[in-house]
């Protein structure tokens, strides 16, 4: 019989340690980076923190926890949004997927009753099982995080384009690429809505990071930028020797031509340099042209579902 009840504080190691068992289990490999060595605090300093906001749970069974789920909340897209993050839910292999439909009805109800109608939850990609009983509750894929490690001699040069850094004389040529790439998410199927950015935002990107533009003599075709953490992320399981890639954008009529290749080459053998021995990803899981591109250099690793609640759900709760 399991049992449902409110997270406590003295809960929190046995709940890392289910964590740790699953992380294991799914991301344990060369193409990502060991994140419990050094995330653990972050992993704790969340959960207490859920804990004090009322926001965590667990399943108990005979006494010992079998699974446990912190959520946060945010307004996504407009939207109220209950967020599970991949630290914010574990559970024992076995009996795993009715331990998770326990906590879950559990935590649904609570969150249709504060108006949370956009329900977002980070599982491991490989988790099949939980992937089909997520899918008949109504979850659909959402963004796939995949990583890979930052090695560049695994990428072979395709094309014969000239890849740079970008420079602030670059900024007017990323502004408009960038531009088309908020343009071309707006299209069907991913009617992604993103924030748009000024020149100003580019400058500093240009300053702060790295932008790489791929380059048919003058005309620029191509642009991929990167970002080097300083510290442990649990969003996404980023490590102080890790880099995250922000967006690529391929001119239409440049794709196929081994460009993006390129300038992802280009990419890791800065990370290399840089110390950064993985390389980090995350795309829309609707974005046909990111799905056929990031799955074939990246090893997808965390799937982020997502279920929208119909409005009318909490009428009679």
Not at 115 to 123: A, E, K, Q, S
Not at 135 to 144: A, C, D, E, K, W
Not at 217 to 242: C, P, R, W
């Amino acid at each position: 019989m399991i049992r449902i009840m409110l997270m406590k504080e003295k809960d929190i190691a046995d709940a890392i340690n289910l964590w740790e068992m699953q992380f294991d289990h799914y991301c344990r490999c060369n193409d990502f980076p060991d994140f419990i060595s050094g995330g653990k605090k972050t992993i704790e300093k969340y959960l207490f923190k859920q804990i004090e906001e009322g926001n965590a749970i667990v399943a108990k069974k005979d006494d010992s926890i079998v699974g446990y789920m912190a959520w946060m909340y945010f307004d996504f897209h407009r939207e109220r949004t209950a967020f599970l993050p991949i630290v914010g839910n574990a559970s024992k292999s076995d009996s795993k997927n009715d331990i998770f439909h326990e906590l879950y009805l559990t935590v649904s109800n609570k969150w249709i009753q504060d108006d949370r109608f956009n329900h977002l939850w980070m599982t491991y990609y490989d988790d099949i099982d939980l992937r089909e009983r997520l899918y008949n509750l109504g979850f659909g894929s959402y963004v796939i995080d995949a990583c890979r490690e930052t090695a560049p001699q695994t990428l072979t040069s395709t094309s014969s384009y000239k890849i740079t850094e970008a420079t602030e004389n670059d900024v007017d040529e990323v502004l408009a690429m960038e531009n088309e790439s908020e343009d071309n998410l707006l299209k069907s199927p991913v009617f992604l809505v993103r924030e748009h950015w000024k020149r100003d935002d580019i400058i500093k990107l240009v300053n702060e990071e790295k932008i790489f533009i791929a380059w048919d003599n003058d005309y620029a075709i191509g642009m991929m930028s990167v970002n080097i953490n300083q510290k442990h992320h649990f969003e996404h399981l980023t490590t102080t020797n890790s880099a995250g890639s922000l967006c690529a954008y391929i001119r239409p009529e440049y794709r196929g031509k081994g460009v993006g290749t390129d300038l992802l080459r280009s990419i890791c053998e800065y990370c290399h340099i840089n110390g950064k021995s993985f390389l980090h990803v995350s795309f829309e899981t609707a974005n046909p042209d990111a799905i056929r591109f990031w799955p074939k250099h990246f090893k997808p690793a965390i799937r982020s579902v997502r279920r929208t609640v119909n409005k009318d759900a909490n009428i009679m709760l």
